[in-house]
T-cell receptor, first 115, second 112 residues
């Protein structure tokens, strides 16, 4: 069975600084990988996803993520954060046998932005 | 615009009561899912459905049931609510094997 670890529960960065949120997964075959964002009191919104092909994936709101098979990682990055990026971020993995379905989520990383 | 809605948005109930949370999507998606979100656990899958009359258990299905009588709705029933089921519940839907799951706004449930 697949699993996801987000090592950082809470990260604080200054507005305009770069951001990297870590995600490590465990799955025996090629995974389907996702990053979702949840603003306070809201549902989850997809930022980006990786199924195959180019390991550097571009998403919405200026985010990107890189799939590194050798490190079992799918870290999320943004070159310059904005105050509106403050939210909770979830990494998720789907088993290739289930397509994009039956996702397993990490515990989440809460991002705080200092003005 | 197509959307996915959940009702109620907030619910307080007592232990032992039956509770049903509604989920309705207007995208005509075949796949629907229920998750619960708890601090320190992220989202965990409760039940899912790949079409009408199809239901499957997820990771944390004990104490919950679902039924799928049409494409648009997947109600989640807590047969006898327990304090351990206090949580935020999210419904999601998707259209196909590799398609994105779209999430509803969530229902916050408190079991006293």
């Amino acid at each position: 069975a697949q699993s996801v670890t987000q090592p950082d529960i809470h990260i604080t960065v200054s507005e305009g600084a770069s951001l990297e949120l870590r995600c490590n997964y465990s799955y025996g075959a090629t995974p389907y990988l996702f990053w979702y964002v949840q603003s306070p009191g809201q549902g989850l919104q997809l930022l980006l996803k990786y199924f195959s092909g180019d390991t550097l994936v571009q998403g919405i709101k200026g985010f990107e993520a890189e799939f590194k098979r050798s490190q079992s990682s799918f870290n999320l990055r943004k070159p310059s954060v904005h105050w509106s990026d403050a939210a909770e971020y979830f990494c998720a993995v789907g088993a290739s046998s289930q397509g994009a379905q039956k996702l397993v989520f990490g515990q989440g990383t809460r991002l705080t932005i200092n003005p | 615009d197509a959307e996915i809605t959940q009702s109620p948005r907030h619910k307080i109930t007592e232990t032992g009561r039956q509770v049903t949370l509604a989920c309705h999507q207007t995208w005509n998606h075949n796949n629907m899912f229920w998750y619960r979100q708890d601090l320190g656990h992220g989202l965990r899958l409760i039940h899912y459905s790949y079409g009408v009359q199809d239901t499957n258990k997820g990771e944390v299905s004990d104490g919950y049931s679902v039924s799928r009588s049409n494409t648009e709705d997947l109600p989640l029933t807590l047969e006898s609510a327990a304090s351990s089921q206090t949580s935020v519940y999210f419904c999601a839907s998707s259209d196909g094997w590799q398609e994105t799951q779209y999430f509803g706004p969530g229902t916050r449930l408190l079991v006293l």
